[in-house]
């Protein structure tokens, strides 16, 4: 027996010796949750960006346009320069595709909306799904530019 399968077994036969039985399911992230997890350490959990690194969302021209765009960029990642308010940023968006669900994206947008664009329409696990399909064969990382 491996030492990872000895280690695995000596766990399962510990969480058998608890007194009391799990009886319920964690409850499951919030958008809020995942955006303070894969988000604020470069957006910032107020939503203010990093200086010439990356951009504010909190006032984020994007959020007056279509969700499409952003569900695009949290799926593809975006590299290269952008302005903002005059301001230039240089950093990497990681793309969440691989990282992040359907439902989990749209539950970080209308979080997003939530706080810094009330009444936005709100984002759905449908309209999610049918945007990755359509970016399914585009390349990670596009430039600003080049998701126009």
């Not at 997003?112 to 329409?121: E, H």
Request: with cysteine; net charge neutral.
């Amino acid at each position: 027996m491996s030492r990872w399968a000895r280690a695995a077994y000596f766990c399962l036969l510990l969480s058998a010796c608890t007194e009391e039985p799990l009886t319920s399911i964690p409850a499951p992230l919030t958008g809020r949750d995942i955006y303070l997890a894969k988000c604020a350490a470069c957006h910032q959990p107020d939503g203010n960006g990093i200086p010439n690194i990356c951009p504010p969302l909190s006032t984020s021209p994007r959020l007056d346009g279509t969700s499409d765009e952003i569900i695009r960029i949290i799926l593809l990642g975006m590299k290269g320069s952008i302005v903002r308010e005059g301001k230039t940023y240089s950093g990497i968006m990681p793309a969440w595709r691989f990282d992040l669900g359907d439902v989990q994206i749209a539950a970080v947008v209308n979080d997003v909306y939530s706080r810094w664009k009330p009444g936005s329409p709100e984002v759905t696990e449908e309209q999610v799904r049918r945007i990755r399909d359509e970016t399914a064969k585009k390349k990670l990382f596009p430039t600003e530019a080049e998701l126009r």
